[in-house]
């Protein structure tokens, strides 16, 4: 038996964009919420790993939909640890309707971040325990390499903000799937729905840094591809790298 967990959300007027369209990263906070309030329920909360100076740490996400939710829907997000080694969670998601319509699904990967030494660390034991209580696979999902933006068309730069800023320190998720959504063209953003979203986070921000988001544009038959990169600006460091897919909007 698999360790499921559901929760309903009613997309409200100031989640949306200007196209009426549930702004990406509030959708990300939307499963980062769900993600955490399951972990407290499977007892590995994100509270009792930093009394133990350790934090869950996103490494990759993988997000497809085949509907954005407008403004009034009711979606409901259910999640589940799927596959994990000693030191990979892969947690997965699947997005629908208030009558049940599958709209979505997610993959994403996690670690367990030593916060002294900020480095990976192996799944603390009551963790590991506890996974295998359910149905889990021990095979976490190998994610295919990014490539970064070349040449380079599009670069937007964004400091680092109090209210970026997680309960470990450094620049939470969603910021940085908001600063890699910034960089999309507009002709691209207004006449388009993001249908696919590939994140890798390579590296953390803290607050008063800077971050370049660079992009370029991929033309293809049937759906537009960007590429993005994250860079610090004081060393030059690459923090994340993306890439999203975009079509044609439904009328």
């Known amino acids: 038996m698999k360790a499921l ?18 702004q990406v990263p509030i959708l990300c906070k939307l499963l980062q919420e769900v993600a955490v309030t399951h972990a407290g329920m499977l007892g590995v909360a994100v509270e009792t790993l930093l009394e133990r100076g350790t934090a869950w740490v996103l490494s990759r996400m993988r997000l497809s939909l085949d509907r954005w939710p407008q403004g009034g829907d009711e979606i ?119 249908r696919d979203l590939d994140l890798q986070f390579i590296a953390e921000c803290l607050q008063g840094q800077t971050v370049e988001s660079l992009s370029q544009l991929v033309e293809g038959a049937d759906a537009t591809e960007v590429r993005h990169q994250l860079v610090r600006t004081e060393d030059g460091v690459e923090v994340a790298r993306a890439r999203t897919m975009w079509q044609a909007r439904r009328l």
């Open 5 to 22: 967990y559901n929760e309903a959300f009613r997309v409200r007027s100031y989640e949306v964009d200007p196209l009426g369209r549930l």
């Open 76 to 194: 409901t997000i259910e999640t589940w640890p799927e596959a994990m080694s000693r030191l990979v969670v892969e947690r997965r998601f699947a997005l629908s309707t208030a009558n049940g319509d599958h709209i979505g699904e997610v993959s994403t990967l996690w670690v367990v971040l030593d916060l002294d030494r900020r480095r990976p660390i192996r799944l603390p034991s009551e963790a590991w325990d506890r996974f295998h209580e359910f149905d889990i696979g021990t095979r976490p999902v190998k994610p295919a390499r990014l490539e970064v933006p070349d040449p380079v068309e599009r670069t937007l730069a964004f400091s680092v903000r109090r209210s970026d800023v997680d309960l470990s320190g450094h620049a939470n998720n969603t910021s940085f799937v908001e600063w890699v959504i910034e960089a999309v063209p507009d002709e691209v953003w207004s006449r388009c729905d993001l």
